[in-house]
T-cell receptor, first 113, second 112 residues
Framework: EAQVTQNPRYLITVTGKKLTVTCSQN?????MSWYRQDPGLGLRQIYY???????DKGDVPEGYKVSRKEKRNFPLILESPSPNQTSLYFC????????????FGQGTRLTVV | GDSVTQMEGPVTLSEEAFLTINCTYT??????LFWYVQYPGEGLQLLLK???ADDKGSNKGFEATYRKETTSFHLEKGSVQVSDSAVYFC???????????WGAGTKLIIKP
């Protein structure tokens, strides 16, 4: 089954404790991205990756890191989480062509206290 | 730059009512247009799409027509159900930079 898998689904952590949210897709998509979703602000892109070893900043990259060592995986790293990073996070992947559908993970609800 | 504007919610309707959620866009080229739906507690999933002017996308009773002259892609459904309650996102895709540009989302609440 074609899918994007994020883990964990829920995470509560403390300020400053490094964490990683994993994302994996099984569709051989070139393009992957991370979004955060906050009430009233819609979806905001954090980072994206056009292909292996190619990553770039989205609209709200501060406080986040990513890597793309393999085509299927695109982890999101918070080196020193802060309460303003409490949010709902989504990973998405797609092929890089016009009209293509983006597939989303189930989301990770992160709370930083 | 490219942008998507959709009507603010929440939109509250009774079951079997007619639904319209407005979406307009600004783009320098010829984007593909999408509607995604997010059911409670889930990720986004594609509802329908249109890749060129005058195309009509349809799925699950929902329709939207790509109107280049009015730069719009309004979502419609003739008779909504309680199960349609969700957040709906309009988006455009620019081939020039492989980016999806998102609207803010419209929460739809259907009452029995």
């Amino acid at each position: 089954e074609a899918q994007v898998t994020q883990n964990p689904r829920y995470l509560i952590t403390v300020t400053g404790k490094k964490l990683t949210v994993t994302c994996s897709q099984n569709m051989n998509h070139e393009y992957m991205s991370w979004y955060r979703q906050d009430p009233g602000l819609g979806l905001r892109q954090i980072y994206y990756s056009m292909n292996v070893e190619v990553t770039d900043k989205g609209d709200v990259p501060e406080g986040y890191k990513v890597s793309r060592k393999e085509k299927r995986n695109f982890p999101l790293i918070l080196e020193s989480p802060s309460p303003n990073q409490t949010s709902l996070y989504f990973c998405a992947s797609s092929f890089r062509r016009q009209g293509t559908e983006a597939f989303f993970g189930q989301g990770t609800r992160l709370t930083v206290v | 730059g490219d942008s998507v504007t959709q009507m603010e919610g929440p939109v509250t309707l009774s079951e079997e009512a007619f639904l319209t959620i407005n979406c307009t866009y600004t783009a320098t080229g010829y984007p593909s247009l999408f509607w995604y739906v997010q059911y409670p507690g889930e990720g986004l999933q594609l509802l329908l799409k249109a890749t060129k002017a005058d195309d009509k996308g349809s799925n699950k009773g929902f329709e939207a027509t790509y109107r280049k002259e009015t730069t719009s892609f309004h979502l419609e459904k003739g008779s909504v159900q309680v199960s349609d309650s969700a957040v709906y996102f309009c988006a455009l895709y620019m081939d020039s930079n492989y980016q999806l540009i998102w609207g803010a989302g419209t929460k739809l609440i259907i009452k029995p």
